[in-house]
Nanobody, 116 residues
Framework: QVQLVESGGGLVQAGGSLRLSCAASRRIFSIYTMSWFRRAPGKQRELVAAITRQGTTNYADSVKGRFTISGDNAKNTVYLEMNSLKPEDTAVYYC??????????WGQGTQVIVSS
């Protein structure tokens, strides 16, 4: 069974930066989109950023201009560069990959804590 493994989370001061990485345990073919979601304490999971196999990106309004998603479909890796972090960015961040056939893959999550 394919697993997605995130890394790069941690504790950072407001204004700082982190880079999240996500890799698949083995090759996933026909990836259509790769995304990052997050779930803050007491809140629902939300989409942070997504990138399609064509390279089209989409961001939540709250992170536009601060976060950058990038990825490599062939390697099933996706990254999230997070700059100018704010305390409200504190959440568990999840990697997500979806194939063109509708198969979904989720990571276990990596904690990001931004201190004020």
């Amino acid at each position: 069974q394919v697993q997605l493994v995130e890394s790069g989370g941690g504790l950072v001061q407001a204004g700082g930066s982190l880079r999240l990485s996500c890799a698949a345990s083995r090759r996933i073919f026909s990836i259509y989109t790769m995304s990052w979601f997050r779930r803050a304490p007491g809140k629902q999971r939300e989409l942070v950023a997504a990138i399609t196999r064509q390279g089209t990106t989409n961001y939540a309004d709250s992170v536009k201009g601060r976060f950058t998603i990038s990825g490599d479909n062939a390697k099933n890796t996706v990254y999230l560069e997070m700059n100018s972090l704010k305390p409200e960015d504190t959440a568990v961040y999840y990697c997500y990959q979806r194939t063109q056939w509708g198969d979904d893959y989720w990571g276990q999550g990596t904690q990001v804590i931004v201190s004020s």
